[in-house]
T-cell receptor, first 110, second 114 residues
Framework: EDQVTQSPEALRLQEGESSSLNCSYT??????LFWYRQDPGKGPEFLFT???AGEEKEKERLKATLTKKESFLHITAPKPEDSATYLC???????????FGTGTKLQVIP | NAGVTQTPKFQVLKTGQSMTLQCAQD?????MYWYRQDPGMGLRLIYY???????DKGEVPNGYNVSRLNKREFSLRLESAAPSQTSVYFC?????????????FGSGTQLSVL
């Protein structure tokens, strides 16, 4: 069974305190790995797509990396506006199924 | 660009009533998806359609049916609504083949079943 697991469930950081979110996956064949940000009451907002082990992508204070079993979202010197739920999803090869993890709720305190 | 359009935005049903959630995309995407989101549960896949004419069950298909009417439209039907189907529903679409694929989401439907 295809599974995507995110940890931790919740994370509280002081402004400027860097950290990483984890997304581990067990799937039949990975086409790509998505990262999204979601604010309360809103739909998911696209951040990154990663395709192969060793790939990295950056956007402002966020950097996403991918290995053969997991992906990390590194947040460098976060600000309060980075507070949100971060979702990862496995995009499966062959039949285009996309399975999400349960998310990490990040709170950045000023 | 409209992107992915979902209707309605809000709906209240009584137990046992039926309804159809509509979703349309104008990006010529092949694949379309229906998710539900409950507090603390992330996005759970209900059904998806990899291409026009095909549909497949996701993680939580019970109590739902779908129709891929054409390439643009993918509807979700609740035949006999239950309180357990109270949730926020998102439609999404994507197309394979580019170097930066992603899911495009609609704005969501908040459904309450009393």
């Amino acid at each position: 069974e295809d599974q995507v697991t995110q940890s931790p469930e919740a994370l509280r950081l002081q402004e400027g305190e860097s950290s990483s979110l984890n997304c581990s996956y067990t799937v039949s064949g990975l086409r790509g790995l998505f990262w999204y940000r979601q604010d309360p009451g809103k739909g998911p907002e696209f951040l990154f797509t990663l395709y192969s082990a060793g790939e990295e992508k950056e956007k402002e204070r966020l950097k996403a990396t991918l290995t053969k079993k997991e992906s990390f979202l590194h947040i460098t010197a976060p600000k309060p506006e980075d507070s949100a739920t971060y979702l990862c999803a496995a995009y499966l090869r062959g039949y285009q199924k996309v399975t999400f993890g349960t998310g990490t709720k990040l709170q950045v305190i000023p | 660009n409209a992107g992915v359009t979902q209707t309605p935005k809000f709906q209240v049903l009584k137990t046992g009533q039926s309804m159809t959630l509509q979703c349309a995309q104008d990006m010529n995407h092949n694949s379309m998806y229906w998710y539900r989101q409950d507090p603390g549960m992330g996005l759970r896949l209900i059904y998806y359609s990899a291409s026009e004419g095909t549909t497949d069950k996701g993680e939580v298909p019970n109590g739902y049916n779908v129709s891929r009417l054409n390439k643009r439209e993918f509807s979700l039907r609740l035949e006999s609504a239950a309180p357990s189907q109270t949730s926020v529903y998102f439609c999404a679409s994507t197309s394979t083949g580019s170097t930066n694929e992603k899911l495009f989401f609609g704005s969501g439907t908040q459904l309450s079943v009393l």
